[in-house]
């Protein structure tokens, strides 16, 4: 989960203009990410940096290399990257609740072969 935290802190950073020691004049950085996380074409992304006033989660005084149609596919990308953490932390709860409630049966049909007068004070 940390590393995909840490990217998409990395793209933001960089469509928001922050830079990293990169380029100011260019926004081929941007542009390299955009693409390898496959966010959305590269066309969508500019040459160089321009106003970012229509920008709403890479607002910026300075110049940015983000436009708003590349904001747009950055939301959808993060709301999926967060739905597929989500969906492989629930399976795995799922598996663990499942094998414990499994392992509970066991004990219990254990316990009432070895005590039967124990099962008619058991609930479940």
């Given at each position: 989960?940390?590393?995909?935290?840490?990217?998409?802190?990395?793209?933001?950073?960089?469509?928001?203009?922050?830079?990293?020691?990169?380029?100011?004049?260019?926004?081929?950085?941007?542009?390299?990410?955009?693409?390898?996380?496959?966010?959305?074409p590269?066309?969508?992304?500019?040459?160089s940096?321009?106003?970012?006033?229509?920008?709403?989660?890479?607002?910026s005084?300075?110049?940015t290399?983000?436009?708003?149609?590349?904001?747009?596919?950055y939301q959808?990308?993060?709301?999926?990257?967060?739905?597929?953490?989500?969906?492989?932390?629930?399976?795995?709860?799922?598996?663990?609740?499942?094998?414990?409630?499994?392992?509970?049966?066991v004990?219990?049909?254990?316990?009432?072969?070895?005590?039967?007068?124990?099962?008619?004070?058991?609930?479940?």
């Amino acid at each position: 989960m940390g590393e995909v935290w840490t990217s998409c802190c990395v793209l933001l950073a960089a469509l928001c203009g922050l830079g990293f020691g990169l380029n100011p004049n260019t926004c081929e950085e941007v542009r390299k990410v955009f693409q390898l996380r496959q966010i959305g074409p590269i066309q969508l992304s500019p040459l160089s940096p321009r106003a970012g006033s229509d920008l709403q989660v890479c607002s910026s005084k300075n110049l940015t290399c983000c436009t708003k149609k590349m904001e747009e596919k950055y939301q959808v990308a993060a709301r999926r990257d967060i739905q597929n953490l989500l969906q492989m932390s629930s399976t795995s709860l799922k598996f663990l609740i499942s094998r414990n409630v499994a392992a509970f049966q066991v004990r219990q049909s254990e316990q009432s072969r070895v005590c039967p007068p124990c099962r008619s004070n058991t609930t479940v």
